[in-house]
């Protein structure tokens, strides 16, 4: 069912990463699109809002904010054993995020001389829940208890207003922000959703926020892409993939099973073994074969299993499955071989990493306590995936007493000098002048 690529004899880095398989995904293409959009929201506010949820959701919100009343009502109709499930995974994530928080340091540079190096979160940050194939009250754990695990005070969730639900979005997705405390919650969806998140929309009463983010589909990526100088947003999170690391003494079952629980995702999610055993290789296509067509969601997982995206790599070592894998840089990383560790060791690039046939990626989905909103498109050589660093900056204190900035005064003045800023060295020099001498005109 997969098709194979024959990578026995690994060409040169530039050449590997052209023959591993990409789905054809281009965000640059949607860029016009997607900028029409969202000065559409920026010059009309609610009123483009709305217009687009006819256009793309196929209904009209009677309110953009969704009231205190409907997220209480979710909450109290979510399936107990959904919200069982749901505290869970807030709990760990929220354990895991927490740990992510860096502790302040100080660099003691000489005598009298400190740096103390503190983590701030930002004031304001809108968190995007997409639609379309699947509910996600998931995503909204991933980026409500991160932001939270921060220090994040104002928090803003968007989610797509949906035709079976009177315009409002999900109910799951309101009882998973009600479950968390968040009570800014907005019926719009698209790139049109993240503008809003971007630049406000007084009519509303949604003030712009300091950061974006979330999963979402390539205009949601390409809107990221444009208000990204106005926001900081995090990876342009494409559709999903696995790439799975295995020897001959993995379970081809195992194997299989995860292959096709990320192509339920989506038509374009990619699916990868790379392996050194012909006959695993066998065994794990003959398997997906039979559970993709068992499946629930079998058109689509087999979309994705026979794109051009997903394949069975075939490597001549470990050390070449890693090589491969590094060239991928996966958003999710499976290893399960005879030694997990010492095929770890060997990788770089990964968003997220599950070692052990015990550890798949539907445990991180969900309830391993990592975060899933990871990047895609092979981001991960650049960027990591979403965590409280993603909502926190460094900040510098710098405290000099006089005799340590005595101690470097000569070259601080020497280079100002050099760099033909007379002031800066000004500065250092009349902390050293007699008070009446400071106020002379040089």
């Known amino acids: 069912m997969l098709r194979r690529i024959d990578l026995t004899t690994l060409p040169a880095e530039q050449e590997l990463r052209g023959l591993l398989p990409r789905p054809a995904v281009d965000v640059a293409a949607s860029l016009a699109a997607v900028t029409e959009l969202i000065d559409a929201v920026r010059e009309r506010g609610a009123d483009a809002l709305i217009e687009q949820a006819e256009r793309f959701d196929h209904v009209r919100p009677t309110e953009i904010r969704v009231g205190a009343q409907a997220l209480t009502d979710a909450l109290t109709a979510l399936d107990p054993s959904v919200r069982d499930a749901l505290e869970v995974a807030v709990d760990r994530v929220r354990i895991g995020s927490r740990a992510q928080v860096p502790p302040s340091m100080v660099a003691h540079i000489a005598e009298g001389a400190e740096i103390e190096l503190r983590w701030q979160p930002v004031d304001r940050v809108g968190l995007y829940v997409p639609g379309g194939k699947a509910v996600y009250p998931s995503s909204v754990v991933m980026n409500v208890v991160a932001a939270q695990a921060a220090g994040v005070c104002s928090i803003a969730v968007a989610s797509p207003a949906q035709a079976d639900h009177a315009g409002l979005p999900h109910p799951t997705i309101l009882a998973a922000c009600a479950l968390l405390g968040v009570e800014e919650v907005y019926a719009m ?19 712009p926020v300091d950061v974006v983010t979330g999963p979402g589909n390539v205009f949601v990526a390409a809107a990221k892409r444009v208000v990204a100088g106005t926001v900081r947003v995090d990876a342009e999170a494409g559709p999903t993939e696995i790439l799975v690391i295995a020897d001959d003494s993995a379970d081809a079952e195992l194997v299989a099973a995860d292959l096709v629980s ?17 006959e695993l290789a066998d065994r794990v296509d003959a398997s997906v074969a039979r559970r993709a067509a068992a499946t629930a969601a079998a058109e689509r997982v087999a979309a994705s299993l026979m794109g051009e995206q997903s394949a069975i790599v075939l490597v001549a070592d470990l050390a070449a499955a890693a090589r491969v894998s590094d060239a991928y840089a996966p958003e999710h990383l499976e290893i399960i071989t005879r030694d997990d560790d010492a095929v770890l060791a060997m990788v770089r690039h990964a968003g997220a990493i599950f070692l052990g046939p015990h550890t798949p990626v539907s445990l991180g989905d969900y309830a391993a306590g990592s975060n899933h909103v990871l990047p895609t498109g092979g981001q991960a050589r650049r960027v990591a995936g979403l965590g409280a660093a993603t909502f926190l900056r460094a900040q510098q204190v710098v405290r000099y007493d006089r005799a340590a900035l005595a101690e470097v005064r000569r070259e601080v ?18 902390r050293f002048e007699e008070p009446a001498r400071r106020q002379e005109v040089r």
């Open 189 to 207: 969806g698209g790139a049109g959703a993240i503008g809003a998140l971007a630049h406000g929309v007084p009519s509303i009463g949604l003030a």
């Open 262 to 278: 990320q192509a339920e995702h989506d038509e374009l999610a990619s699916a990868v073994l790379v392996t050194d055993s012909a």
């Open 413 to 430: 003045t020497a280079l100002a000098a050099a760099e033909g800023l007379p002031a800066h060295g000004e500065a250092i020099e009349a």
